[in-house]
């Protein structure tokens, strides 16, 4: 396999770490068909060797309100989300999370659905939280059907890759609902990663003389090149954009 890289030096990305306080954790990693975890009852998941748990958690500016997340289940103190279903949709101490008999994972507040993973239909089996601290919705070969890896919220773990279909994001601001993005952006010809600032267009079209979609930084373009580019946080703590194909 012919790869080639370029690098950045950083030891973790994340564009911004929620931190909340409490710990309270079951020992299961999986849940099948028809099973639920009930943010009253303080229910989670736990990855096989309790690196990571995954359940309800405060916000960071409301302690009665929750999120769907993942975070570091070893750390001492206030819990480091890694991923969150839910940052900009809060949900009550009466949400419940439920892997229904169709196969589609769904985040419930009361008579409101707030998030959903979209997956009915497609043979799922079951979910697991990994030690990788991927989050996978399973078929019943194993199979991924869905992954948290394909759905990053803020934070780049070692060895997910952001792809070009992909980005991370900050929440959106209280105010007007902007949010900074990490991101790889297409060019006619070429490729770069970059960190930009987006808000609504309903905003930007009211009122463009105060609000854009700036680009704050660019790393190097990336331009005729085969196979896929992706951005990837190696186990070293090194970050950079690996591209190229094999040559076999």
């Known amino acids: 396999m012919a790869m080639a890289s370029t690098y950045f030096s950083t030891y ?6 929620l931190v909340v306080a409490g710990f309270d954790a079951c020992s299961a990693s999986r849940i099948g068909l028809g099973s639920r975890l009930l943010a009253r ?13 995954l359940g309800f958690t405060p916000t960071s500016d409301d302690d009665h309100r929750l999120q769907l997340a993942i975070w570091f289940a070893e750390l ?7 991923w969150s279903a839910n940052r900009n949709s809060a949900v009550s101490n009466n949400a419940i999370l439920e892997l ?7 985040l419930t507040d009361g008579d409101a659905t707030t998030w959903t993973s ?7 089996e079951g979910t697991t939280l990994q030690e990788s601290r991927n989050f996978v919705i399973y078929n019943d070969v194993k199979g991924p059907v869905w992954q948290s890896f394909s759905h990053p919220s803020d934070t780049l773990l070692p060895n997910q890759p952001l792809s070009v279909s992909l980005e991370l994001t900050t929440s959106k601001s209280p105010s ?9 952006l297409q060019q006619r010809t070429s490729l770069s990663l970059a960190l930009t600032y987006n808000v609504p267009e309903t905003l930007y079209n009211s009122s463009p003389e ?3 979609n700036y680009s704050y930084w660019n790393g190097p373009d990336i331009s005729n090149v085969t196979g896929d580019v992706v951005a990837v946080l190696d186990e070293a703590g090194s970050f950079g954009i690996v591209y190229g194909e094999s040559s076999d």
């Open 12 to 17: 973790l990305v994340a564009l911004f770490f």
């Open 176 to 184: 007007h609902g902007g949010y900074y993005a990490l991101k790889m």
């Open 118 to 124: 979209n997956t009915s239909g497609t043979g799922v």
């Open 100 to 106: 229904d008999t169709t196969g589609n994972l769904v």
């Open 41 to 53: 009852e303080n229910q989670t998941l736990v990855s096989d060797n309790g690196t990571f748990a």
């Open 210 to 212: 105060s609000y854009y």
């Open 76 to 82: 001492p103190g206030d819990r480091t989300i890694v």
